[in-house]
């Protein structure tokens, strides 16, 4: 948008000569609404402090849990075993002012990185996470490596469909489509791929686990005694 005439005010009209909004974002709308509506200025702030507070706690979350995959799985549970708290809670700042940096940076450069990365962000988490966490409680002969070829077959599906359309990594010009349509496969788009890539998962984790042995007896069990729990627990739930 942009205020043509300089008349301090943006003007949404059907003359695409005095039209100043070209797109209508429904995040901006939502909070503009109280505005439009005269609303008192109390309100306004509410509604604009209630999605600051939103988008802060999202961001808030994410890092948090970004610094402690790093600083107490990655470090003390894997390269150095023997660290001390105070050197973990320090490796976990640095992490986390690095992560803000990163994606400050890629938020802005190049833009709509950061909505096409939500975006891809749930559909990997459909076509790997969710089949892999079905097929664990549901299936207790599903092994590791079935459900990491699985997973690593259905974020590798959505990943080529997400950037043969918006190019890879969402950089402008990288697109390889081709000679094919968009949303080339039965009309699906980029952003709901991720319910194909979950089919995907199922069935390569399904061909390879008939391929292979079945889990350890003694996941199986583990399985099974968190579907009908037996000795302690189960005296627990029937008391």
């Known amino acids: 948008m942009g205020d043509k005439n ?10 695409a000569e005095t039209n100043e909004m070209v797109k209508v974002d429904r ?16 309100v306004i702030a509410l509604v604009a402090a209630g999605g600051i507070a939103a988008a802060l706690s999202t961001a808030a979350g994410l890092l948090l849990a970004i610094s402690s995959s790093v600083s107490h799985d990655l470090m003390k549970g894997v390269l150095t075993p023997d660290i001390s708290e105070k050197n973990e809670l320090f490796a976990g700042r640095v992490v986390m002012t690095i992560s803000i940096i990163v994606a400050g940076y890629l938020g802005l450069n190049p833009p709509g990185f950061a909505a096409g990365t939500v975006a891809l962000a749930f559909g990997l988490a459909a076509s790997s996470i969710f089949p892999a966490l079905m ?7 599903m092994s590791g490596p079935a459900a990491v070829w699985g997973m690593c077959s259905g974020i590798g599906v959505t990943m080529l469909y997400v950037f043969q359309h918006k190019g890879i990594m969402f950089i ?7 000679g094919l349509e968009p949303n080339w496969f039965f009309g699906i788009s980029p952003n709901a ?6 089919l995907v998962n199922f069935t390569v984790a399904f061909i390879i686990l008939k391929a292979t042995s079945e889990a350890p007896q003694h996941i199986q069990d583990m399985v099974e005694n968190f579907r009908t729990p037996h ?3 189960a005296a627990a739930h029937d008391h």
């Open 135 to 141: 097929m664990g409680i549901f299936s207790k002969k």
């Open 231 to 233: 000795g302690k627990v």
């Open 172 to 178: 402008s010009g990288t697109e390889f489509l081709g």
């Open 193 to 198: 791929f991720g319910a194909v890539g979950a």
């Open 27 to 42: 995040d901006i709308m939502v909070l503009a609404n109280p505005a439009i509506a005269n609303l008192p200025n109390w």
């Open 6 to 15: 300089n008349d301090g005010k943006i003007q949404y009209t059907a003359n």
